[in-house]
């Protein structure tokens, strides 16, 4: 069984830039989670995809958009990066239903100068 | 608003110390309550999932509990092994889908 995976590990970008992580879900999940990881807090919600549609978004603005694929992959997009974007972006992959686990990914590290 | 805070923010125990870590949580209908351990620079590792109070579950040197308010990872003679942050999460009817996480204990195990 594959596990969820990322790209790319490590990304360094200046401020206005676009930037796309990509994510591989665990073989059997439907439904792909991404969340934002500022050092020493946890991680928060910024959307979910399901069936290629999403599916719940946090607080976050809309220059943060995704993608799901009819493989169940997943795109996050981030137009013109800020400062404060810099952190360590996570997918996550569960089955569909309520209260499923999200098992996550190792995480891409965003870099904002 | 759902709400999910974790104490203390850091745990120092000796090789053997057992303790336990606390997640006190505010939410409108919980839907499950999970507890992950994250390792630096790393994504969240799953360890447990709750569902309704008086649930507990264990694996190896960890426990799990749940009540209406609150939850708590048991640790039971720890390891240096151990040493990681670890992180409490609910889903309720208001976030829908999405995991509500705390800021996670940072524990450190020394031999």
């Known amino acids: 069984e594959t596990g969820v995976t990322q790209s790319p590990t490590h990304l360094i970008k200046t401020r206005g830039q676009q930037v796309t992580l990509r994510c591989s879900s665990q073989s059997g999940h439907n439904t792909v989670s991404w969340y934002q990881q500022a050092l020493g807090q946890g991680p928060q919600f910024i959307f979910q995809y399901y069936r290629e549609e999403e599916n719940g978004r946090g607080n976050f603005p809309p220059r943060f958009s995704g993608l799901q694929f009819p493989n169940y992959s997943s795109e996050l997009n981030v137009n013109a990066l800020e400062l404060d974007d810099s952190a360590l972006y996570l997918c996550?992959?569960?089955?569909?239903?309520?209260?499923?686990?999200?098992?996550f990914g190792p995480g891409t590290r965003l870099l904002v100068l | 608003e759902d709400q999910v805070t974790q104490s203390p923010e850091a745990l120092r125990l000796q090789e053997g110390e057992s303790s336990s870590l606390n997640c006190s949580y505010t939410?409108?209908?919980?839907?499950?309550l999970f507890w992950y351990r994250q390792d630096p620079g790393k994504g969240p590792e799953f360890l447990f999932t709750?569902?309704?109070a008086g649930e507990e579950k264990e694996k190896e040197r960890l426990k799990a509990t749940l009540t209406k308010k609150e939850s708590f990872l048991h640790i039971t003679a720890p390891k240096p092994e151990d040493s990681a942050t670890y992180l409490c999460?609910?889903?309720?009817?208001?976030?829908?889908?999405?995991?509500?996480f705390g800021k996670g204990t940072t524990l450190s195990v020394s031999s």
């Open positions: 999460a609910v889903q309720s009817n208001q976030a829908g889908t999405a995991l509500i």
């Open positions: 996550a992959s569960s089955s569909s239903g309520t209260a499923e686990t999200q098992y």
């Open positions: 709750l569902y309704s």
């Open positions: 939410v409108s209908g919980l839907r499950g």
